[in-house]
């Protein structure tokens, strides 16, 4: 078996790593000079639209999945007349444009914020009117950690709102008064079958994750169950193959959808420590056609921190007693009780860039001591301020 992944991040690298265990090879398609996913596997360096390297990743794998949600639409169209491409164009399409993701939810039952859709600064203004203020602009298309994005407070805020985000195709949303994020994982197989992880409080500053804590704190029975059946429907009405990421508002009981991710999540991260099976392995399980793994807790908590813009020291990191991860993704402590794991990606530190992650697995509440973890951890604050980049 041989799978073909559409990106070579650090998302590739650990759906590399997890797919070496099962005894499966990589191929990658990526344009950069240099990734991450190089470490565990062979890589096609060309465009994701280079008609001539899709169709020798088509010939060189049994199955094709992606890292990200931004594949070209056509890019993906012409692999499937080739090869199985899963998940499958549903997921991606529903994805890929936010005025039809907020559709599809709110079709489904789903609750959502008030949105509607934006195509100039007249229909911004007729927006306003329906919405309120004060409101999100983003762009239809594109953007992640909070680009392609402009809040607007006052009716003045429009126009240059609308300039922020280049005057492109977007959807205008409410602000909502919420208590705290959370996130649910979904594995489903091509059967039909599934497996679910969460849900996991996250904790963001300037637009980027920088914390998340499973199981979620302060999250109520009544919410946890109704963002986990909100999660597995979604995942059965676009019939999706894989891993499913949903992302949600939570206000004491009640949960509002904020979007989807049709793969392996950055909120996931931690499941690689603190479960029987991680997101990556079960992703890739999935699409190949394996039987999903248990995805039951080994330990009560994992906290994960995103280190962002700039790499730990070393010498902090063996000052704190933190195992790291190698190349091929091998930790080089147990993740047993009370241990700190560091997964650096080998990317070029740069404002706002996530470059690494740590996990923290423990059998006591999160306390003081992922508190120390966090001022060894680079951008993994919650009160960080905005990215500059």
């Given amino acids: ?32 000079e240099h990734c991450t996913a190089d470490l565990v596997g062979n890589r096609i360096r ?48 529903t994805s890929q444009d936010r005025l039809v993701e907020k559709s599809f939810l709110a079709a489904h039952g789903v609750p959502v914020a008030s949105f509607a859709a934006v195509e100039d600064l007249t229909s911004l203004a007729a927006a306003v009117a329906k919405v309120g203020l004060p409101a999100i602009l983003k762009t239809r298309r594109g953007g992640y950690d909070g680009k392609g994005q402009a809040v607007l407070r006052h009716p003045e805020d429009l126009e240059s709102g609308f300039a922020a985000i280049g005057e492109r195709p977007a959807i205008l949303e409410s602000m909502i008064d919420f208590d705290l994020e959370a996130s649910v994982l979904v594995v489903r197989g091509d059967d039909g079958a599934t497996e679910v992880w ?11 994750l920088r914390r998340s804590d499973c199981p979620a704190p302060n999250v109520s029975p009544k919410a946890a169950s109704a963002m986990l059946a909100h999660t597995e429907k979604l995942a059965r009405a676009l019939d999706h193959c894989g891993v499913l990421t949903v992302e949600f508002f939570v206000r004491g009981d009640d949960v509002l959808a904020n979007e989807i991710a049709p793969r392996v999540h950055n909120s996931g991260h ?94 006591e509440a999160p306390g003081a001591w992922v508190d120390q973890l966090i001022t060894v ?3 993994s604050s919650a009160t960080e301020p905005a990215s500059d980049d």
């Fill in 198 to 208: 969460g849900p996991i409080r996250n904790q963001h500053a300037g637009g980027i």
């Fill in 270 to 363: 931690l499941t690689i420590e603190f479960a029987e099976t991680d997101q990556f392995e079960n992703h890739v399980r999935a699409v190949t056609r394996l039987p999903l793994g248990s995805t039951a807790a080994r330990h009560r908590h994992a906290t994960m921190l995103n280190a962002i813009g700039a790499s730990p020291v070393h010498p902090d990191l063996a000052a704190d007693r933190i195992a790291t991860v190698d190349d091929l993704g091998i930790a080089s402590a147990e993740a047993t009780d009370g241990v700190a794991v560091y997964h650096d990606y080998r990317k070029k530190p740069r404002p706002g860039r996530k470059v690494g992650h740590l996990t923290a697995v423990s059998e």
């Fill in 377 to 379: 951890i680079p951008g």
């Fill in 1 to 32: 078996m041989i799978l073909g992944i559409l990106g070579g991040g650090q998302l590739g690298w650990m759906l590399g790593t997890a797919a070496r265990r099962l005894g499966i090879e990589c191929v990658f398609l990526d344009p950069a």
């Fill in 46 to 93: 060309a465009a994701y639209d280079d008609a001539e390297a899709l169709s020798e990743l088509a010939r060189r794998c049994d199955v094709v999945t992606y890292e990200f949600e931004n594949v070209p639409a056509a890019s993906a169209a012409r692999l499937a007349e080739e090869v199985d491409v899963r998940p499958g164009w549903k997921s991606l399409e």
